[in-house]
Every structure is written in structure tokens, then in C-alpha cells.
């Protein structure tokens, strides 16, 4: 059964960092593109990262170049994102997504705020 467990949100201050982990079963981590994205409250969800199968790379949205970067542990099966320089914009609750033979996975999500 494929599952995605979202873990390391929290409190942290403007310019602080957080390491967000997506814990995934049942599926093969190299064969599908694996997105970050997030949703503040009274806003739609939005595009934050993917990282792409087989070696292709990955993409960010503008608004986090250069502040994020999202990994693949094999080993673990887990989906990182790196996130430095926070913002309070980057408030929001995060999930991952996987698009699995056609249809859309998402797991619970983890609160991200970013204040003094």
C-alpha cells in the first residue's frame, strides 16, 4: 500500500532553517517524480519542489530558489527539503505528492510557521 508520512515541521524564527522529511512505502523511489508543495491558510496549495525520476533533476518555484533544496535517500526512502533562509511567508503547511499509475498521493502534511 502506498503511504507518505511528512515529519520536521515546527516553529522557527525568520532566518532560521528546518529539514522537512517525507517518509514513502509502496513504490519505487527512482521511478516516479516526487513534488514538495504547500498550502497557507485561506490560499490555494502551491508548487514548492520536485525532484524528478530516473536522474532528471529537479525544480523549484520561484519564490524558494536558492533558500530550498529537496533530496532522495534511497536507503531510507525518504524525500528531504532542505529549507534555509525561512521567511514568514514560508508559513504554510507542507505535503508530498506522488503521482502514482494515475492517480494522486498525498500524505497528512506538517505545519511549517516562521516567526519572532
Known amino acids: 500500500q502506498l503511504q507518505l508520512v511528512e515529519s520536521g515541521g515546527g516553529l522557527v524564527q525568520p532566518g532560521g532553517s528546518l529539514r522537512l522529511s517525507c517518509a514513502a512505502s509502496?513504490?519505487?523511489?527512482?521511478?516516479?517524480?516526487i513534488g514538495w508543495f504547500r498550502q497557507a491558510p485561506g490560499k490555494e496549495r502551491e508548487f514548492v519542489a520536485v525532484?524528478?525520476?530516473?536522474?532528471?533533476?529537479?525544480e523549484y518555484a520561484d519564490s524558494v530558489k536558492g533558500r530550498f533544496t529537496i533530496s532522495r535517500d534511497y536507503a531510507r526512502s525518504t524525500i528531504f527539503l532542505q529549507m534555509n533562509n525561512l521567511k514568514p511567508e514560508d508559513t504554510a503547511k507542507y505535503f508530498c505528492?506522488?503521482?502514482?499509475?494515475?492517480?494522486?498521493?498525498w500524505g497528512q502534511g506538517t505545519q511549517v510557521t516562521v516567526s519572532s
Open positions: 509502496g513504490f519505487n523511489l527512482d521511478t516516479y517524480n
Open positions: 505528492n506522488v503521482v502514482f499509475r494515475g492517480n494522486a498521493y
Open positions: 525532484i524528478k525520476s530516473e536522474g532528471g533533476g529537479t
